[in-house]
């Protein structure tokens, strides 16, 4: 099993910039890190969304919907994904989750994935 714990969420101005951390650990992860991991967002009364991922190789894909404001690393010693967020806007607020698949990112979202439980990101005009 994979575990995923996230932080960072908080309320910000529009214009202004959060950085979410999602620490990844457990036993099969820490056997063989061949994972996607990634991030995706969920606002009230909509459907999640895939914001961001990185692939085992290190190979990035973005959401149209980033239009550069957003960059997704990963530290592997760490065992540490991140998302900085910046120039927010209000329709950015959501619920972020971290999210984890076994080698394939285009199983990520699916039911292979390892969920974490969220952190809130609020924007305000």
């Known amino acids: 099993q994979v575990q995923l714990a996230e932080s960072g969420g908080a309320s910000a101005q529009a214009g202004g910039s959060l950085r979410l951390s999602c620490v990844v650990s457990?036993?099969?992860?820490?056997?063989?890190?061949?994972?996607?991991l990634g991030w995706f967002r969920q606002a009230p009364g909509k459907e999640r969304q895939g914001v961001a991922y990185?692939?085992?190789?290190?190979?990035?894909r973005y959401a149209d919907f980033v239009e550069g404001r957003f960059t997704i690393s990963k530290d592997s010693d760490n065992n540490i994904v991140s998302l900085e967020m910046n120039s927010l806007k209000p329709e950015d607020t959501a619920m972020y989750y971290c999210?984890?698949?076994?080698?394939?990112?285009?199983?990520?979202?699916?039911?292979?994935?390892?969920w974490g439980q969220g952190t809130q990101v609020t924007v305000s005009s």
């Open positions: 999210a984890a698949v076994y080698l394939r990112c285009d199983a990520l979202g699916t039911m292979k994935t390892s």
């Open positions: 457990g036993d099969i992860y820490n056997r063989d890190k061949r994972y996607c």
């Open positions: 990185i692939g085992p190789e290190g190979g990035i």
